[in-house]
């Protein structure tokens, strides 16, 4: 089993993992419950890191997974995405996650911001039957700091 912290989850851990990917080599999310205060990178190239390993198979179909996000390229516009099949492939893998890491860990799955669609049904749990509860859609949020024109243009 690929695992890079080296130490197995203790009775009462409870670490949640997030299947996402985002640029820069990182497709999973993990935050031990009590210990970390966020996320924090979970997997990437390097390895699965985390209190609850996962079979080296699941790690390289996860790998394989985000491949396709990097080779889409979303923010270039180059590459056509067929999103609803790379979400589809990727709750099939959260599930895998979720089978392998058991009931002490909660396992969710995140559409990544590069999907123009991103915000409806954005976030799903993994439950230990391997059902999939979609949580509600919410308004995207900014910072009041953060100033709305409707010129978006940066000309002067």
Same mark, same amino acid.
């Given at each position: =089993?690929?695992?890079?912290?080296?130490? @197995?989850?203790?009775?009462?851990?409870?670490?949640?993992? =997030?299947?996402?990917?985002?640029?820069?080599?990182?497709? +999973?999310?993990?935050?031990?419950?009590?210990?970390?205060?966020?996320?924090? &990178?979970?997997?990437?190239?390097?390895?699965?890191?985390?209190?609850?390993?996962?079979?080296?198979?699941?790690?390289?179909?996860?790998?394989?997974?985000?491949?396709?996000?990097?080779?889409?390229?979303?923010?270039?516009?180059?590459?056509? =995405?067929?999103?609803?099949?790379?979400?589809?492939?990727?709750?099939? &893998?959260?599930?895998?996650?979720? +089978?392998? /890491?058991?009931?002490?860990?909660? /396992?969710?799955?995140?559409?990544?911001?590069?999907?123009?669609?991103? &915000?409806?049904?954005?976030?799903?749990?993994? &439950?230990?039957?391997?059902? /999939? /509860?979609?949580?509600?859609? @919410?308004?995207?949020?900014?910072?009041?700091?953060?100033? =709305?024109?409707?010129?978006?243009?940066?000309?002067?």
């Amino acid at each position: =089993m690929r695992n890079d912290d080296n130490h @197995e989850p203790d009775d009462g851990i409870t670490a949640s993992y =997030m299947i996402s990917p985002d640029y820069c080599d990182a497709f +999973a999310w993990r935050r031990v419950e009590g210990v970390d205060s966020r996320y924090t &990178l979970g997997a990437d190239s390097g390895g699965w890191s985390g209190p609850h390993p996962i079979s080296d198979a699941l790690f390289q179909d996860l790998h394989e997974w985000y491949g396709r996000f990097c080779r889409a390229d979303p923010w270039s516009g180059k590459h056509e =995405m067929d999103w609803e099949a790379f979400h589809r492939d990727g709750v099939e &893998l959260a599930r895998r996650v979720k +089978a392998e /890491v058991g009931p002490t860990a909660k /396992v969710f799955y995140a559409k990544p911001i590069e999907d123009p669609g991103f &915000l409806h049904q954005r976030l799903r749990e993994i &439950l230990d039957d391997g059902s /999939v /509860v979609v949580f509600p859609d @919410e308004p995207m949020t900014i910072s009041p700091d953060w100033p =709305m024109t409707d010129d978006a243009s940066d000309a002067d």
